[in-house]
């Protein structure tokens, strides 16, 4: 069975940064791509961030909002996938979620976890 | 901003169809590339509920199916139920963008 656990969230202060965690497991993590997506307050869906597999050449892209600002990386020896947040703002708020990514769907998810940033 | 646009609400009596358009343009469903679709039921993670445009994933109910043409597509519910009432949302992959775009979101009411 696939799980995926995210974890790390919390408050904090505009400018600060945040690591969030995401633990794999029922599936070979290394071979997958892995998204994050995150869902502010009564909102919709929104994209955050991919990496590609380590196969194909693990590259990361970003939507506009959090480029610059934010990193995905990867431990295969560790089943984990991590989102680094810097510089963050108000409207990061949100749950994030940890998703796989097959065929350009976003196929399991986790359950989430809540960053709020506020002063 | 979302790019892919659906309507806020849909609402139908129980055992009705009822259909979600989600409305794209030429650099993401009119430029070939698939279309899924996710249920979120109240206070829980998305889930995957069609996937390359008409696939369902092992477990969904055949009630839902989904179809795509030119810069659109679609979601139908058949046979509407109380336990579908939830938020839906489409998802596909923007070249203008270089990323992967999501629908505004429908919800759905079993009146």
């Known amino acids: 069975e696939v799980q995926l656990v995210e974890s790390g969230g919390g408050l904090v202060r505009p400018g600060g940064s945040l690591r969030l965690s995401c633990g794999a497991s029922g599936f070979t993590f290394s071979n997958a791509w892995m998204s994050w997506v995150r869902q502010a307050p009564g909102k919709g869906l929104e994209w955050v961030g991919r990496?590609?597999?380590?196969?194909?050449?693990?590259?990361?892209d970003f939507a506009a909002p959090v480029k610059g600002r934010f990193t995905i990386s990867r431990d295969a020896s560790k089943n984990t996938l991590y989102l680094q947040m810097n510089s963050l703002k108000t409207e990061d708020t949100a749950v994030y979620y940890c998703t796989t990514v097959s065929g350009g769907s976003h196929y399991y998810w986790g359950q989430g976890t809540l960053v709020t940033v506020s002063s | 901003q979302s790019v892919l646009t659906q309507p806020p609400s849909v609402s139908g009596a129980p055992g009705q169809r009822v259909t979600i358009s989600c409305t794209g343009s030429?650099?993401?469903?009119?430029?070939?590339?698939?279309v899924h679709w996710y249920q979120q039921l109240p206070g829980t993670a998305p889930k995957l509920l069609i996937y390359s445009n008409s696939n369902r994933p092992s477990g969904v109910p055949d009630r839902f199916s989904g179809s795509k043409s030119g810069t659109s597509a679609s979601l139908a519910i058949t046979g509407l139920q109380a336990e579908d009432e939830a938020d839906y949302y489409c998802q596909s992959y923007d070249s203008s963008l270089s990323g992967y775009v999501f629908g505004t979101g429908t919800k759905v009411t079993v009146l």
């Open positions: 990496i590609k597999s380590q196969t194909d050449g693990g590259t990361t």
């Open positions: 030429s650099s993401n469903i009119g430029a070939g590339f698939d």
